[in-house]
């Protein structure tokens, strides 16, 4: 029950679309996330998950972006096509196992 009210209170003042979108973001747990990282002159993009509390996982990268704009639209792009085929796979694997 205190979890409720809380969840409300922080939702007070928020439109519905913001709601809707911290309820699902709050389902659902990204387990994968992107780093956008500068090296010397050059951007590096990473797909990257946590492992555990203190270990992060890279699963994806590229590097040689000249600008970090560059480097996020291609880490968001590739994040969706990456989950997208994680999920395939887990399918597969689940019919595999049934």
Same mark, same amino acid.
């Given at each position: 029950? @205190?979890?409720?009210?809380?969840?409300?209170?922080? @939702?007070? +003042?928020?439109?519905?679309?913001?709601?809707?979108?911290?309820?699902?973001?709050?389902?659902? +747990?990204?387990?994968?996330? #992107?780093?956008? #990282?500068?090296?010397?002159?050059?951007?590096?993009a990473e797909i990257v998950?946590?492992?555990?509390?203190?270990?992060?996982? #890279?699963?994806?990268?590229?590097?040689?972006?000249?600008?970090?704009?560059?480097?996020?639209?291609?880490?968001?792009? !590739?994040?969706?096509?990456?989950? !997208?085929?994680?999920?395939?796979?887990?399918?597969?694997?689940?019919?595999?196992?049934?």
């Amino acid at each position: 029950m @205190l979890m409720r009210k809380l969840l409300v209170i922080d @939702l007070v +003042g928020l439109d519905l679309s913001a709601i809707q979108e911290k309820s699902n973001r709050m389902a659902k +747990g990204n387990k994968y996330d #992107v780093r956008v #990282v500068k090296n010397d002159t050059v951007w590096s993009a990473e797909i990257v998950r946590r492992a555990s509390k203190k270990k992060i996982v #890279v699963s994806k990268s590229q590097g040689g972006f000249s600008s970090e704009e560059q480097a996020q639209i291609w880490a968001q792009k !590739e994040l969706m096509t990456f989950v !997208e085929n994680l999920s395939k796979r887990n399918k597969k694997h689940d019919e595999k196992r049934n």
